[in-house]
């Protein structure tokens, strides 16, 4: 409405402006000269251009000034306002309203150019008056163009209007201001021409100003792609580094500023505290009052606890109900202290969520920089250790001592039962069928660890995996999946099966070094061709990209492994990140695929994801294919291939070797290379 009204009140007024100057006989038409410029102008216009570009522009301007230059305010504007066209009125994709007030904007700029010129000199004066008067009038007839413009794409898009002018001439404003200035001298050299050499010198002209406008319309729309290109990256840039729930920096933003404050304190020797703070109860809370309330109260907290900090202090989500507080500059390890007992006292208050008031506390663990090491893992780690030793305190804070390391009870109780379930045989995997989506093949399968508690029954991965992820266990433990599917990958490709198994390995892993020795040692130990084992990262190792991981990363795809991004679309990996991993593969996240059905926006994100990994040559698993309708709609995709319940949950090894002579016959009899090997990269 308010976009209509101020169309209209630009149109209106300049064509009763005039028609009125013709009625009152102050303006004539004098012959058919008129009708040559409107002509010209016309077809500077509308000559043909290869790119097409929204907020198009014309290079008519010249003729236009020209025109005001030679004839006064209302015949000029009469002439532009009838010559100066646009090739979407051709095509009839623009309003009749539209282009009658871009018809009209371009009167108006011609009337306050034709009014300043005649004020300030003739075509007769003298050369510098001339050059000064046009000048002005050009200044001044692009101030109401671009004036003009901006209210419309102001009501248009409801933007305000300074943001809108500063986009116009973002980047390019000194290149813009001196061919302007040039197309506007020109312009009295086109009005001279006219003068003594008669009506048809406009022609020569418009072969030039047609070329023109291509060079200015390709660079145009090179500068609008260029602009967008920008606003992206940083949009992606911003979302790589912080959180999406609080809006706090994340996890990496975290690490770059600790390694960054590590970097400094070194040369200053200055000192640093590094504080992680995970809630108590968030869990319980989570459970029982839903996730979506947990969401409202950690983006309720953020913000809250942000308070206490100093500037130049940061506070992360760094994942979960988990909170990493740096300190930089600190001066000494009391002020530290301090800071975490105003923590402690600002979640005190209880905090409202949607109505319900609730008390939440929280544990804190502070390493300081460098008295409990001088390297940003090991004083994350022992903020942790920290962390928990608070917690098992029951609350509150605590500085890293040395003997947290050793002497944490939780951490006693997880070794004293880990290790004898290693020995004792307690951890079992599991196996889940991949299957190809275009003829329902079964491709591979996932190994997935158990372990079969003699008290607790059967203990899923998610219980005890990012607990023994902490200690040193994991190596074990890695060990013994890698061990324990090649053995039986082995078992199968005697019985003349040779499905490709994929294993998941922690993140953490990355960091051991010997990893791709290791494995290469027992593929070697069970004769397995290297492209039979896929190794699956879940994707928030992307974001983690410490050169020592994408090292081991390149060392074990050398050995001829393939890689596969587990639960992609959870974290936010940038393209360009992905690009130079050797991966082969991507899985896309269950928690995509199991509401595809229900929520268009998840189904749109899984046929992206489809289209991103193919356009990157990488292979596409879908996880989580709980049902028919959503295979089928995966297929139609031209997703890859599907793993979920749908065919099965994951199933020890002796009752997957049943399902698949049921589900499969044939490949019990043909053994069937998988199709990649070696090492391929992305493009
Ligand atoms: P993941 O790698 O994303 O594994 C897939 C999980 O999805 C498995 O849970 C599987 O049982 C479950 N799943 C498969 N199909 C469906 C379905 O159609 N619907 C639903 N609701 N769920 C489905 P699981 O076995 O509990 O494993 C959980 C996570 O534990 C795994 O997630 C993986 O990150 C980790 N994990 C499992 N085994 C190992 C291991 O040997 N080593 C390491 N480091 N991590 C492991
Ligand atoms: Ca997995
Ligand atoms: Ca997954």
Same mark, same amino acid.
Request: hydrophobic share 50%; charged share 20%; net charge negative.
């Given at each position: 409405?308010?976009?209509?009204?101020?169309?209209?009140?630009?149109?209106?007024?300049?064509?009763?402006?005039?028609?009125?100057?013709?009625?009152?006989?102050?303006?004539?038409?004098?012959?058919?000269?008129?009708?040559?410029?409107?002509?010209?102008?016309?077809?500077?216009?509308?000559?043909?251009?290869?790119?097409?570009?929204?907020?198009?522009?014309?290079?008519?301007?010249?003729?236009?000034?020209?025109?005001?230059?030679?004839?006064?305010?209302?015949?000029?504007?009469?002439?532009?306002?009838?010559?100066?066209?646009?090739?979407?009125?051709?095509?009839?994709?623009?309003?009749?309203?539209?282009?009658?007030?871009?018809?009209?904007?371009?009167?108006?700029?011609?009337?306050?150019?034709?009014?300043?010129?005649?004020?300030?000199?003739?075509?007769?004066?003298?050369?510098?008056?001339?050059?000064?008067?046009?000048?002005?009038?050009?200044?001044?007839?692009?101030?109401?163009?671009?004036?003009?413009?901006?209210?419309?794409?102001?009501?248009?898009?409801?933007?305000?209007?300074?943001?809108?002018?500063?986009?116009?001439?973002?980047?390019?404003?000194?290149?813009?201001?001196?061919?302007?200035?040039?197309?506007?001298?020109?312009?009295?050299?086109?009005?001279?021409?006219?003068?003594?050499?008669?009506?048809?010198? $406009?022609?020569?002209?418009?072969?030039?100003?047609?070329?023109?406008?291509?060079?200015?319309?390709?660079?145009?729309?090179?500068?609008?792609?260029?602009?967008?290109?920008?606003?992206?990256?940083?949009?992606?840039?911003?979302?790589?580094?912080?959180?999406?729930?609080?809006?706090?920096?994340?996890?990496?933003?975290?690490?770059?500023?600790?390694?960054?404050?590590?970097?400094?304190?070194?040369?200053?020797?200055?000192?640093?505290?590094?504080?992680?703070?995970?809630?108590?109860?968030?869990?319980?809370?989570?459970?029982?009052?839903?996730?979506?309330?947990?969401?409202?109260?950690?983006?309720? $907290?953020?913000? *809250?606890?942000?308070?206490?900090?100093?500037?130049?202090?940061?506070?992360? *989500?760094?994942?979960?109900?988990?909170?990493?507080?740096?300190?930089?500059?600190?001066?000494?390890?009391?002020?530290?202290? *301090?800071?975490?007992?105003?923590?402690?006292?600002?979640?005190?208050?209880?905090?409202?969520?949607?109505?319900?008031?609730?008390?939440?506390?929280?544990?804190?663990?502070?390493? $300081?920089?460098?008295?409990?090491?001088?390297?940003?893992e090991?004083?994350?780690r022992?903020?942790d250790v920290?962390?928990?030793?608070?917690?098992?305190?029951?609350?509150?804070?605590?500085?890293?001592? *040395?003997?947290?390391d050793r002497?944490s009870?939780a951490r006693l109780a997880l070794i004293s039962h880990v290790r004898p379930a290693l020995e004792h045989g307690e951890f079992v995997l599991y196996y889940q069928p991949k299957?190809?989506?275009?003829?329902?093949?079964?491709a591979g399968a996932e190994a997935l660890i158990r372990w079969q508690h003699p008290e607790l029954g059967l203990v899923p991965p998610d219980e005890f995996i990012p607990l023994v992820e902490k200690t040193v266990l994991l190596r074990p433990l890695t060990a013994f999946v890698l061990e324990e599917s090649m053995r039986q990958w082995r078992e199968w490709a005697d019985r003349?099966v040779r499905l490709q198994v994929a294993v998941n390995i922690s993140v953490r892993s990355l960091l051991d070094g010997q990893l791709p020795d290791q494995i290469a040692e027992i593929l070697n130990r069970y004769d397995v061709p290297p492209a039979f084992l896929k190794v699956e990262l879940t994707e928030s190792f992307?974001?983690a990209?410490?050169?020592r991981s994408?090292g081991v990363l390149d060392a074990i795809s050398d050995v001829g492994v393939n890689l596969s991004i587990d639960d992609?679309?959870?974290?936010?990996?940038?393209?360009?990140?992905?690009?130079?991993?050797?991966i082969q593969e991507?899985k896309?996240?269950?928690?995509?695929?199991?509401?595809?059905?229900?929520?268009?926006?998840?189904?749109?994100?899984?046929?992206?994801?489809?289209?991103?990994?193919?356009?990157?040559?990488?292979?596409?698993v879908?996880e989580?294919?709980?049902?028919?309708?959503?295979?089928?709609?995966?297929?139609?995709?031209?997703?890859?291939?599907?793993q979920?319940?749908?065919?099965s949950r994951p199933i020890p090894a002796d009752e997957f070797w049943r399902w698949l002579?049921?589900?499969?016959?044939?490949?019990?009899?043909?053994?069937?290379?998988p199709?990649?090997?070696?090492?391929?990269?992305?493009?």
């Amino acid at each position: 409405m308010a976009l209509h009204l101020f169309e209209a009140g630009v149109y209106l007024p300049i064509l009763c402006f005039i028609v009125a100057a013709f009625v009152n006989r102050q303006a004539e038409f004098r012959d058919w000269e008129l009708l040559l410029w409107i002509g010209a102008i016309a077809m500077v216009d509308l000559l043909p251009v290869p790119t097409e570009v929204e907020e198009s522009f014309s290079l008519s301007f010249p003729l236009e000034l020209a025109v005001a230059i030679l004839y006064a305010a209302p015949v000029a504007s009469a002439v532009a306002l009838l010559g100066s066209s646009d090739t979407r009125e051709l095509h009839g994709t623009v309003p009749f309203t539209r282009a009658l007030f871009n018809r009209a904007q371009v009167g108006v700029a011609v009337v306050v150019e034709s009014f300043l010129f005649h004020r300030a000199a003739t075509l007769s004066s003298r050369w510098y008056l001339l050059a000064f008067a046009v000048l002005v009038a050009a200044i001044a007839g692009y101030a109401v163009n671009m004036l003009l413009v901006a209210l419309h794409v102001h009501f248009k898009l409801d933007q305000p209007l300074k943001s809108v002018i500063r986009q116009m001439h973002s980047g390019v404003f000194g290149e813009f201001v001196l061919s302007y200035m040039g197309l506007a001298l020109f312009s009295v050299l086109v009005a001279f021409s006219f003068k003594t050499l008669g009506p048809w010198a $406009i022609f020569v002209f418009m072969a030039p100003l047609a070329f023109a406008r291509q060079m200015f319309q390709r660079t145009h729309s090179l500068q609008v792609a260029t602009q967008e290109l920008a606003v992206k990256q940083a949009e992606n840039e911003y979302q790589a580094l912080h959180d999406s729930l609080t809006g706090l920096p994340n996890r990496v933003l975290f690490q770059q500023k600790l390694a960054e404050a590590i970097e400094n304190a070194s040369v200053v020797d200055g000192g640093i505290a590094v504080m992680l703070m995970d809630l108590d109860h968030f869990k319980e809370i989570n459970d029982t009052l839903g996730h979506h309330f947990g969401d409202m109260l950690l983006t309720e $907290i953020g913000p *809250r606890l942000a308070t206490v900090l100093r500037p130049g202090d940061m506070m992360a *989500r760094l994942g979960g109900d988990e909170f990493g507080i740096l300190l930089p500059d600190l001066l000494e390890e009391s002020v530290a202290v *301090r800071i975490a007992e105003r923590l402690m006292e600002e979640l005190e208050h209880p905090i409202t969520v949607e109505g319900l008031a609730l008390d939440v506390s929280g544990s804190v663990g502070i390493a $300081i920089y460098p008295e409990h090491s001088h390297n940003a893992e090991t004083l994350l780690r022992r903020a942790d250790v920290s962390m928990y030793a608070a917690k098992e305190a029951g609350g509150g804070f605590e500085v890293y001592k *040395r003997d947290f390391d050793r002497d944490s009870p939780a951490r006693l109780a997880l070794i004293s039962h880990v290790r004898p379930a290693l020995e004792h045989g307690e951890f079992v995997l599991y196996y889940q069928p991949k299957v190809r989506l275009s003829d329902g093949k079964v491709a591979g399968a996932e190994a997935l660890i158990r372990w079969q508690h003699p008290e607790l029954g059967l203990v899923p991965p998610d219980e005890f995996i990012p607990l023994v992820e902490k200690t040193v266990l994991l190596r074990p433990l890695t060990a013994f999946v890698l061990e324990e599917s090649m053995r039986q990958w082995r078992e199968w490709a005697d019985r003349g099966v040779r499905l490709q198994v994929a294993v998941n390995i922690s993140v953490r892993s990355l960091l051991d070094g010997q990893l791709p020795d290791q494995i290469a040692e027992i593929l070697n130990r069970y004769d397995v061709p290297p492209a039979f084992l896929k190794v699956e990262l879940t994707e928030s190792f992307l974001m983690a990209d410490s050169g020592r991981s994408t090292g081991v990363l390149d060392a074990i795809s050398d050995v001829g492994v393939n890689l596969s991004i587990d639960d992609f679309g959870t974290g936010y990996s940038s393209l360009s990140h992905l690009k130079r991993l050797p991966i082969q593969e991507i899985k896309i996240d269950r928690s995509f695929v199991m509401n595809m059905l229900n929520d268009a926006n998840d189904a749109m994100i899984v046929r992206a994801t489809v289209e991103l990994g193919k356009n990157l040559g990488l292979q596409v698993v879908a996880e989580g294919v709980e049902d028919r309708e959503t295979w089928d709609l995966l297929a139609s995709y031209g997703c890859d291939e599907a793993q979920g319940y749908f065919f099965s949950r994951p199933i020890p090894a002796d009752e997957f070797w049943r399902w698949l002579s049921v589900r499969d016959p044939n490949a019990m009899h043909q053994p069937s290379p998988p199709d990649s090997s070696g090492r391929l990269r992305v493009v």
